[in-house]
C-alpha cells in the first residue's frame, strides 16, 4: 500500500514538475488524455450550456406524447471525429438543421473555458460540418515546429499558429506581402526564417535593404542581387521590371496557342511552362520600405516616384512572371506619398507584428480585416515574435515565428549557396563575397560574408 502511495505521489510530482516546466511534454504524456475524458464526459452539458442545441423534432414530440414518454431532450452537434495532436484535441462536429456555424465561432471562449483547454478555435470545413481546434497549452510561448512541414515548391513554413498549426508563406497563392512592426517587434526574426526557408528551393532571392546591408548582407551568398542604397535600389528595380518584361515575352512565344492544345496547357504564366524553358522565380524583399519613399530634395523626389513606380509595376503585374513582392517597415500609409496606398493594394499577405499605435495596425488589416486591428494593438512588448496575419478573405489568425539567429541563417545561407541562379538581368547587383574558408569547415565557425 505504501509503495502504491509513493508511486502516485511521484507521478503527480511529474504532472506538476512537466507542466510547469515543459508544458508540450506534460500534453503528449498525460494532458491529451485528460482533455480527451473532459470532453467526452462534458461534451453534451456544455454544448447545452452554450447555447449550440436544437429542439427535438415534431415527431419525437409527438411520439412521446401518444405513448406518454418524457419529452426528448434537445439535440446537439453530432461529433464526426475527435482527434489528438501534438498541441491539442481536433473535434470535428456536424450541425444539426438550423444551427450554423457562426453560433459554433461565437461560443469559442465559453468552450474554452468549459473544457479547460487553453485556446478554441473554428473554422467551417464545408455546409454543416465544422472542425474545433482546441490548444492544450500556449504554444507560441516556446515556438516548437513541427519535424515535417510537408514542403512544397514556394510554400515555405515560418512560423507556427496559435491553434497549433503551421503557417505558411506560399507565394503562388499569395504573391505579395507586407509586414508592419515597430522596433524590436520580431520582424528581423520572421524576415530571417523567410530567407532560411527560402533558401533550399529553386528561387533567386533579391534584398533591398537601406540600412547599409547590415540586414541582408550577412546572408549575401545565398542572394541573387542586392542593393543597399536606394540609388542601387532604383537601378535594381527597374532592372527586375526588364526582366519581368522578358519573361513575358518568353512565355508569349511559348504559349501553345492551337486548336488542339487544351486550355490547361495554355501558358499565362511561368508555373505553366514546360521545367526545360522556365525561368527561375525571384522573391524581392524589401527592409525598411519608408527609405525608399521618403525625399529631402526635388532629386530625391524624383528618384522615389520611380522607385515606388517600379513597386507598382512589379506588384501589378510580376506574379505570372515568377515575381514576389515581400514588403516590411515600421509604418506604410498614405503619409509615404503618392502611389503607397496603390502598392499597398496588391499586398495581399498581411502580416503586422506589435505596432505602437492603432493607425499603423488600420494601415494592415483595416480595408481586410477589420477585427485583426484590435488584435494588433494588444500584443504585449515582452514577447517579441507574435504577430497577427491575415489575407483578402478577411480571416486572420497570431502567430510567431521560431527564435533563428543571425548566426544560424548565416549557416543556412551558407549551406545553399550552391543554389544561387544567376539571372543575367540582375548580374550587376551580384554580391561580391570572399570564399569561404574550408569547403569542409564546419558550418558554426565565422566566416566573411561580405567583401
Request: hydrophobic fraction near 45%; charged fraction near 20%.
Amino acid at each position: 500500500m505504501t509503495g502504491s502511495l509513493v508511486t502516485l505521489l511521484l507521478v503527480v510530482v511529474t504532472a506538476l514538475i512537466l507542466r510547469w516546466r515543459r508544458p508540450a511534454w506534460y500534453w503528449m504524456t498525460f494532458g491529451v488524455t485528460l482533455a480527451a475524458l473532459r470532453v467526452a464526459v462534458r461534451y453534451a452539458s456544455v454544448m447545452d450550456a452554450c447555447g449550440l442545441t436544437v429542439p427535438p423534432a415534431r415527431w419525437r414530440l409527438s411520439l412521446a406524447r401518444m405513448t406518454n414518454r418524457p419529452v426528448p431532450e434537445s439535440r446537439v452537434p453530432r461529433i464526426l471525429r475527435l482527434r489528438p495532436t501534438r498541441t491539442g484535441l481536433v473535434l470535428r462536429i456536424k450541425l444539426r438543421p438550423g444551427q450554423d456555424a457562426f453560433d459554433v465561432a461565437s461560443a469559442t471562449d465559453r468552450l474554452r473555458h468549459s473544457f479547460g483547454m487553453y485556446g478554441v478555435t473554428s473554422r467551417e470545413l464545408r455546409s454543416g460540418i465544422v472542425e474545433l481546434r482546441m490548444t492544450g497549452y500556449d504554444v507560441l510561448r516556446r515556438v516548437q515546429m513541427p519535424a515535417e512541414t510537408g514542403p512544397a515548391p514556394m510554400r515555405i513554413p515560418v512560423a507556427l499558429r496559435e491553434d497549433g498549426s503551421v503557417h505558411y508563406r506560399d507565394y503562388r497563392a499569395v504573391p505579395h506581402g507586407l509586414t508592419l512592426g515597430a522596433t524590436e517587434s520580431g520582424k528581423s526574426v520572421y524576415q530571417r526564417n523567410l530567407v532560411a526557408g527560402l533558401a533550399a528551393h529553386d528561387v533567386a532571392l533579391v534584398g533591398i535593404d537601406c540600412k547599409q546591408g547590415v540586414e541582408l548582407f550577412p546572408l549575401a551568398r545565398r542572394f541573387s542581387a542586392l542593393a543597399d542604397n536606394p540609388d542601387t535600389a532604383l537601378e535594381l528595380l527597374e532592372a527586375l521590371v526588364q526582366h519581368m518584361e522578358d519573361v513575358y515575352q518568353l512565355i508569349r512565344s511559348a504559349q501553345r496557342i492551337t486548336v488542339d492544345v487544351p486550355d490547361a496547357d495554355i501558358a499565362a504564366g511561368i508555373w505553366d511552362l514546360p521545367a526545360d524553358i522556365r525561368p527561375t522565380p525571384v522573391v524581392v524583399l524589401v527592409d525598411e520600405v519608408a527609405e525608399l519613399a521618403l525625399f529631402a530634395t526635388k532629386d530625391e523626389e524624383k528618384r522615389r516616384d520611380r522607385i515606388v513606380t517600379a513597386l507598382v509595376r512589379l506588384a501589378q503585374l510580376g506574379r505570372a512572371a515568377g515575381i514576389y513582392l515581400e514588403i516590411c517597415g515600421q509604418r506604410f500609409g498614405s503619409e509615404l506619398g503618392k502611389g503607397i496606398t496603390m502598392l499597398r493594394a496588391q499586398l495581399t499577405g498581411r502580416t503586422a507584428h506589435r505596432v505602437n499605435d492603432e493607425s499603423s495596425a488600420n494601415m494592415a488589416f483595416g480595408d481586410i480585416a477589420p477585427d485583426a486591428v484590435l488584435a494588433a494593438i494588444q500584443i504585449p512588448t515582452d514577447v517579441p515574435g507574435i504577430a497577427v496575419s491575415g489575407d483578402s478573405t478577411g480571416g486572420w489568425t497570431r502567430i510567431r515565428a521560431p527564435h533563428t539567429s543571425l548566426r544560424q541563417a548565416v549557416n543556412i545561407c551558407n549551406r545553399h549557396a550552391d543554389r544561387t541562379p544567376d539571372v543575367p538581368a540582375l548580374a550587376a547587383f551580384r554580391p561580391a563575397v570572399a570564399p569561404l574558408a574550408s569547403a569542409t569547415a564546419p558550418l558554426t565557425k565565422a566566416a566573411p560574408t561580405t567583401a
